[in-house]
């Protein structure tokens, strides 16, 4: 696979017809494993000269957005440089030149942007209804398995099986256990044929990992955000709708908010919190209700909460925690804090400065370092507003 992605990427240099299996906008794992398995494919049992390039949907910057897809690529030993992104070709550029055919893997429906490659898209390959209305005239293979990649598993394994390796097998087996949850009948996102390939993937190459520890590790990467910079966090699940003009984006961030469970479920000082609006994902803001606990008062509380917190999850020294430090940082931060002067103040003494805020490893710089931000529900939307703009610019064939 490596060799053959090594050719995709020499043939990007040549001036010549290409042909191009595009996954969807999404990118998500099994589009890029759907393309990367059937453009191998379709490059083995073409004419001799012929090559089908497999391209990633997106731009390589958001790749690591994509931690499954990042986590598989390493775990099979496929280099990221190896690999084809969309801002690595243009496609108007050779759909206007007579130089392009396109097929079209896990997805159906070229965007708007796109709608003028419609012409050259040859075949679909898909697992999702058809949407009749806006599918290319073209031949389009479509059946509602749970993954797409077990329609790639079944072309390639009828067609010319001798070409898989295990490399490949590996690839379309791991996706298809994600993609139907391990494959739990219960959940309903699995069918005969999906649970057929994987069987039949796992009899040719017996080595290939138990389907629970590639299941725990894909899903475990998934929502994984360690190192993720706030604009990367916000982009990672963004969804964006448009109606009558108007963009309007959702962002998801997976984080643990344990120690704001706490607060929220103090009694001793009561707090009486109430979220409100906050620029930083790693940050939950609250309106204090009850505005006579003072700083020193809390503190106590949220030394509790740390020291149940570590003991319940018994990490290693070292290890990275949701509140951003190591246990090792938040044992001397705890230290630092029981053995300053607060603890001797009485009620009225005015609040000393709080030990330093610790670094939290999301963002740049920790967001209490220049005070409290200007929170506001405009701000947030004016953010997310400034990424989605950014992603349509790259689209635009006048700037290619």
Same mark, same amino acid.
């Given at each position: ?5 090594q050719?995709?990427?020499?043939a ?5 017809p290409?042909?191009?299996v595009?996954g969807?906008?999404?990118c ?7 393309a ?5 494919y379709l490059?083995?049992t073409?004419r001799a000269?012929?090559i089908?390039i497999?391209v990633?949907?997106?731009?390589r ?5 994509r931690?499954?897809?990042v986590?598989f ?12 992104f969309?801002d690595?070709?243009d496609?108007?550029?050779l759909h ?8 079209l893997?896990d997805?159906h429906?070229?965007p ?7 012409e050259?898209v ?12 806006y599918?290319p005239?073209?031949h ?7 993954s797409c990649a077990t329609?790639?598993a079944e072309?390639?394994l009828q067609?010319?099986?001798e070409?898989?390796?295990r490399?490949t097998?590996s690839?379309l087996h791991?996706?298809?256990i994600?993609d ?6 219960k959940?309903?996102k ?6 057929k390939?994987?069987e039949?993937?796992?009899a040719?190459f ?7 520890d590639?299941f725990?590790s894909?899903?475990k990467?998934k929502?994984?955000?360690?190192g993720l910079?706030t604009?990367?966090?916000l982009r990672?699940d963004?969804?964006?709708?448009y109606r ?9 961030i ?6 704001? @469970? ?6 001793? #000082?009561?707090l009486r919190l *109430? =979220?409100?609006?906050? /620029?930083?994902?790693?940050l939950?803001?609250y309106l204090q209700?009850?505005?006579?606990v003072?700083?020193?008062?809390l503190l106590p ?7 149940a917190?570590f003991?319940?999850?018994?990490m290693?020294?070292?290890?990275p925690?949701?509140v951003?430090?190591?246990r090792e ?5 705890l230290d630092?804090a029981g053995?300053?002067p607060?603890? @001797?103040l009485?009620?009225d003494?005015e609040? #000393?400065p709080?030990?330093p *805020? =610790?670094m939290?490893s /999301?963002?740049?710089e920790c967001?209490l370092?220049q005070g ?9 939307f004016e ?6 703009l950014?992603?349509?610019a790259?689209?635009?064939?006048s700037?290619?």
């Amino acid at each position: 696979m490596e060799d053959y992605l090594q050719d995709c990427r020499a043939a990007l240099q040549e001036s010549r017809p290409l042909h191009v299996v595009l996954g969807n906008e999404a990118c998500d794992l099994d589009s890029m494993v759907s393309a990367l398995a059937l453009a191998f494919y379709l490059t083995k049992t073409a004419r001799a000269g012929e090559i089908f390039i497999p391209v990633l949907n997106i731009n390589r910057a958001e790749l690591p957005l994509r931690g499954d897809n990042v986590f598989f690529l390493q775990k099979v030993q496929i280099p990221e440089s190896a690999l084809v992104f969309r801002d690595e070709i243009d496609l108007h550029a050779l759909h206007q030149a007579g130089q392009l055919t396109l097929i079209l893997v896990d997805h159906h429906v070229l965007p708007k942007s796109d709608a003028a490659l419609e012409e050259a898209v040859a075949e679909v390959l898909d697992h999702r209804p058809i949407e009749q209305k806006y599918c290319p005239p073209c031949h389009v293979s479509v059946e509602l398995v749970g993954s797409c990649a077990t329609l790639v598993a079944e072309r390639i394994l009828q067609g010319a099986p001798e070409i898989l390796d295990r490399q490949t097998a590996s690839l379309l087996h791991g996706t298809i256990i994600l993609d139907c949850v391990n494959m739990d009948a219960k959940v309903g996102k699995t069918t005969p044929k999906d649970s057929k390939y994987v069987e039949k993937l796992e009899a040719l190459f017996p080595d290939l990992p138990q389907r629970k520890d590639i299941f725990d590790s894909l899903q475990k990467a998934k929502f994984d955000v360690s190192g993720l910079t706030t604009e990367q966090m916000l982009r990672k699940d963004q969804k964006t709708i448009y109606r009558q003009g108007t963009k309007v984006t959702i962002s998801a961030i997976y984080m643990d908010l344990e120690i704001c @469970g706490v607060l929220e479920q103090s009694t001793s #000082p009561a707090l009486r919190l *109430t =979220p409100i609006p906050s /620029l930083f994902p790693d940050l939950q803001a609250y309106l204090q209700g009850n505005t006579q606990v003072s700083r020193k008062k809390l503190l106590p509380v949220l030394q509790e909460a740390l020291s149940a917190y570590f003991d319940s999850r018994k990490m290693p020294p070292g290890q990275p925690e949701v509140v951003g430090m190591s246990r090792e940082q938040a044992d001397k931060e705890l230290d630092r804090a029981g053995n300053s002067p607060m603890a @001797g103040l009485s009620q009225d003494d005015e609040d #000393p400065p709080l030990p330093p *805020t =610790p670094m939290n490893s /999301l963002v740049d710089e920790c967001p209490l370092d220049q005070g409290l931000p200007k929170l506001s529900a405009e701000a947030v939307f004016e953010k997310c507003s400034q990424i989605s703009l950014s992603q349509s610019a790259r689209v635009s064939p006048s700037k290619k």
